[in-house]
Nanobody, 123 residues
Framework: EVQLVESGGGLVQAGGSLRLSCTAS????????IGWLRQAPGKEREAVSC????????LYADSVQGRFSISSDAAKNTVYLQMNSLKPEDTAVYYC????????????????WGQGTQVNVSS
């Protein structure tokens, strides 16, 4: 059974930091790209960052470039999203998702999803 389990969300003040984790099971971790996507109330789900376990390259949305950092630990089947300098507009439910080989931009490109973790950034 495929599972993606997120953790690390919470409430933080603007300018603070959080680290999200996504632990995967049920598929060959090294053959997949893991993405982080978020959805704020009343908005569409958007891609935030992604890392391909083929080349360990991270990709970032313009809105988080320079503030967020994605990394992968293949030994733990876990991908991390370090979020620094958080802003109120980063408030959303953050989902991790997996798709074969290379990163996707759109939600529909991902095959497997976690349940989401809430991030709230207060001003």
């Amino acid at each position: 059974e495929v599972q993606l389990v997120e953790s690390g969300g919470g409430l933080v003040q603007a300018g603070g930091s959080l680290r999200l984790s996504c632990t995967a099971s049920g598929f060959t971790f090294g053959d997949y790209a893991i993405g982080w996507l978020r959805q704020a109330p009343g908005k569409e789900r958007e891609a935030v960052s992604c890392i391909s376990n083929i080349d360990n390259r991270g990709l970032y949305a313009d809105s988080v470039q320079g503030r967020f950092s994605i990394s992968s630990d293949a030994a733990k089947n876990t991908v991390y999203l370090q979020m620094n300098s958080l802003k109120p507009e980063d408030t959303a439910v953050y989902y991790c998702a997996a798709r074969p080989l290379i990163c996707g931009i759109y939600s529909y490109e991902y095959d497997y999803w976690g349940q989401g973790t809430q991030v709230n950034v207060s001003s």
